[in-house]
């Protein structure tokens, strides 16, 4: 039979595999094995609403069979099976599999053969069969078809698939152990003791049994006796089918048998994360609806498992899985957090249709918000700089649930949001307020694009100089945020560029209008000096060693018209904030601006206004429109 080639990354990695010089092979059997329980799970769930299955839950089984004259260990499961086009495409190929993430991450760190430590902290699939064997064959027959298919490989130079004969639906995986070598004894996996370890260490939350036989010496009276006159014993073996895992999944186990720990290692290996995760939650709870749940917060926002790919919630009806990635148990705010619910209350063969109005999993879902809310507020408590770990990576997710369906959400949410009031300080407004002094009457906040950039901000003097804190937002959704929050507890939110501080008395305002009015042909001179660029001139009080700040009239800001600038259609990006160039008319560069208009020195006094526009529009973090004509009059003044 003419042999098929691997694809190329598939036959590097076979090549890892084979000439592997990692310690750990021993992982190969966890593995195998947990394909096998994939595939019952898979057919088991087809079982539900296909009387033709014919087989009940009892039914499922994982087979070790060891055969040492043969020098082979049978992994064999009636699960689901496969056809041959999809032994080959899935044997032959490492697609999505786990494989291919170790892939990436092997290029990611330029890790070539020399160090395989890593192997064995990803799911590495079938492939890693080849660790221990110098072929493998697989045979199985697909529910539902006829025929079988018997798919065989050496190694890296190809594989072997045909039809075949099996009168059985399931899979035999059969791997031929390699010779042993001085620092490798592979017959050590065809010995029962070694095996039942394995299963024990790596597969015993597998929930279908795996059998093995499984000898025991017993000894029986002869009928004779001893000098003494005690009786004579012959020993004799027996074998017996035996189950070797202990089944019962993780999250069906009391808290007292399954240690933290125990749930990280298994939440690493389900998820193929080298990471532990950020959070953990346990729950088992009883009541008008019973459920387990065993959820994780990961440990950062994984491109490959974000959008489509997030792995999300599975949930498990007695430990059958019923949904992969259920989406409606939680709002889309906590929609990183994975893991396993798993209800004796829901029923088995439900549509996603009839799950988004069951009663059960909205109890469910918002005790479990309500679990996972507490987790991240504890987290936030004791450990502040992991939290600011998981609001750098998820904190997205929440900003959005509280700008989402008109703030509905946003009361249960606005604890967990945190903003920086310093570079590498980040506080939530609760604490805000609770730090506020007794002459503040609001929350400044103060919008750029970077922290940098927004502390840098010319009107952040007087406000900071009063001893009070400033929150520097970095995003139009930072903005959006507060504009939905609108308070926090009574305090109302104040943008330090566009709305009044409150600093002034009547009487200092009225002055101030006054000295407006009195020079209006000054401020008229400037706006006209500046053309449409600006809608309008004004004094402010705002400022304290800095000449000019450049604000806005209206609801966009220039952090927003920044924003839109990339947006997708036409008229969005055309979309402009209304400019207004605010001066300090106590500052000697406009006072000096001021007396070249007052001499009749126009000229001069328009070139003052350009260069004090663009450097307004510097400060504020939005590029110069006329760099070179700016730097031009700067250099003309020397
Ligand atoms: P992964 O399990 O991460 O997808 P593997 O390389 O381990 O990657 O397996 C590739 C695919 O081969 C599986 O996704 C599955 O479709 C198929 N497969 C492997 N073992 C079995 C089995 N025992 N029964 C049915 N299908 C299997």
Known sequence: MAKKQFKAESKRLLDLMINSIYTNKEIFLREIISNASDAIDKLCYLSLTDDKVGLNRDDFKIDIIPDKTARTITVRDNGIGMSLQEAEQNLGVIAKSGSFKFKGEMEAEKAESEDLSIIGQFGVGFYSAFMVSDKVTVISRKYGEEKGVRWESSGADGYTVSECDRDEVGTDVIMHLKTDTDEEIYGSYLETWKIKALVKKYSDYVRWPIKMDIDHQERRETGEKNNDGSPKYEYYTVTANETVNSMVPIWQRSKSDVSDEDCITFYKEKHRDRKDPLALVRVNAEGTVSYKALLFVPGEENNEFSGTNRIGITLYSNGVMIMEKCEDLVHDYFEFVTGIVDSPDLSLNISREILQHTRQLHVIGQNLEKKIKGELEKMMKEDRPKYEDFFRNFGIHLK?????????????????????????????????????????KKIYYATSDTVKHAMGLPQCEDVKSRGYEIIYLTSPLDEMVLENLREQDGKSFCNIVTDDLGFETE???????????????????????????????????????????????????????????HGPSEEMRGIK?????ELNGEHSAVKAMQACFDSGDKEKAKKLAEILYASSELVAGVDVEDPVGFVNLITELF
């Open 507 to 565: 009487e200092e305002k009225k002055a101030a209008e006054e000295k407006e009015i009195e020079s209006k042909d000054f401020l008229d001179f400037v706006k006209e000096s500046l053309g449409d660029k600006v809608s309008k001139v004004s004094f402010t009080r705002k400022l304290v060693s800095q000449p000019c700040a450049l604000t806005t009239d209206g609801g966009v800001s220039l952090e927003m018209e920044k924003y839109f600038r």
């Open 400 to 440: 959005v649930g509280v700008c989402d369906e008109y703030g509905r959400y946003k009361d249960f949410l606005r604890d967990l949001l945190i903003f920086y009031t310093s570079e590498d300080k980040q506080i939530t407004l609760k604490e805000y307020v609770e730090a506020m002094p007794e002459s503040q």
């Open 577 to 581: 904030a209304v400019r207004v160039l």
